[in-house]
C-alpha cells in the first residue's frame, strides 16, 4: 500500500458515504482496498470522455480491470497539462495525457513518468470539410485555419508545412479555445483548424452533415507519440506492482475494445452528460484503433513502446522546442510495467 493509500483512506470512506458515482469527476483521489482484495483508483483523463477512451469504460463493465485487482474510477480532464499536474500533485493516481505536454511538465519539475504510450502514431491534423477544395497541403495557402496557441499540434505546425513543402507565411492562422474552433469550422468563419483527427473531426462531420479531410502530419514523416498513462514518481517507487496491473489491465482493455468496437461504445453510455452521441463515439474509437501502432511495435500488444520511438519522439519535440534537448529516454518513460506480448 502506498503512502497517498494510507493517507487517504478516510477520504475514500467519506466518498463512500456520500455516494459518488464510479466515473464521476470530483477532486478525490481515492485508493483504497476493499474487503475482496480490490484496490480503488482513480485514473484522470485528458478531456471530457471521447471515442478514445471507449476502453476504459470496456475494460471495467467487462470485469477486465477487476481481474487485476483494480476497481477503475474513471475521471474527467480539462486538457492534459492540468491532468498531468493533478497527478503530480496526488489529486488523483494516474493519468491518462498527451505526451508533449507530459514530457514538457516533467521538464519543469512535476514528479511523472509515463508508463506507457498507447496512441502511437500522432492524431494531429489539418481538418477541413472535404468540399471546400482543400485536399493537400498546398491548397492551405491563402486559407485560414484555427489554432489554439501552445497546444503540441499549434506548436507543430510549421514543421509540418515545412515538411509538406508549404510556405508558413502563406497559412493564416487564427487562434481560438478548442470550443471555438469547432464553432468557427461550422460557422464558415475558417477554413479549418488544427486538432486531432479522431476527436474533432467525427464530431464536426456529425453537426454539419458534410464530410471531413483530413491531413494528417504522419502523411509527410512528422510523427511522435501522443497519449497512454501516467504514474506519479512515488507510486512507481512505492508500489510498482499497481502500476504493472493497471498497464496490463489498460493493454488488455484496448485489445479488447479492438476486437468489440460496438461493444465498447456502448459501454460509455450515460456515463458523462458531455459525451457524443455513439455513432461519433464509434467513429472516433475506430479511428483511434488506427493510431495503436507503429512499425516498431506492430504485433505487439497496446501499451508496448519500442525504444527507438521514444527516442524519435524527444528529437522531433525538442527540434521543435516543446521538450529540454539531450536528456535520456529514461527521464520521461518507466519500462518496468511494460505489458507482455
Known sequence: MTSRTRTTLLAAAAVAALGLGACGSG?????????????????MLNWYPYGEHAPFYYGVQEGIFAKHGIDLQIKAGQGSTKTVQAVGSDQVDFGWADTPA????????????????FLQTTPSSVQVFSDSGISSPADLAGHTIAVSAG????????????????????????NLDPAGKIAAVLTDKVDGLI?????????????SGKEMTYLRYSDVGLNYFSTGLIAPQG????????????????????????????????????????????????????????????????????????????????????????????????TYFDASAQPQG
Open 235 to 330: 507510486t512507481l517507487d512505492d508500489d510498482a506492482a499497481l502500476v504493472k496491473e493497471l498497464v496490463a489491465a489498460t493493454s488488455e482493455a484496448f485489445a479488447a475494445a479492438e476486437q468489440q468496437p460496438e461493444a465498447a461504445v456502448q459501454a460509455m453510455s450515460g456515463k458523462d452528460p458531455q459525451m457524443p452521441a455513439d455513432d461519433v463515439l464509434l467513429e472516433q474509437w475506430k479511428q483511434t484503433s488506427e493510431l495503436l501502432h507503429t512499425d516498431a511495435t506492430e504485433g505487439d500488444a497496446p501499451g508496448v513502446n519500442a525504444t527507438a520511438d521514444w527516442e524519435s519522439t524527444l528529437k522531433v519535440l525538442s527540434d521543435a522546442g516543446l521538450v529540454a534537448a539531450g536528456k535520456s529516454v529514461d
Open 151 to 174: 497546444d503540441a499540434p499549434t506548436v507543430m505546425f510549421p514543421t509540418y508545412l515545412k515538411m509538406a513543402g508549404v510556405d508558413e507565411g502563406a497559412v493564416k492562422t487564427q
Open 102 to 117: 507530459v514530457l514538457a511538465n516533467i521538464d519543469k519539475g512535476v514528479g511523472v513518468k509515463s508508463v506507457g504510450v
Open 195 to 207: 486538432g486531432f483527427a479522431h476527436d474533432q473531426g467525427p464530431t464536426i462531420a456529425a453537426k
Open 27 to 43: 477532486d478525490d483521489a481515492p485508493s483504497a482496498t476493499a474487503a475482496d482484495g480490490t484496490r480503488t483508483v482513480s485514473l
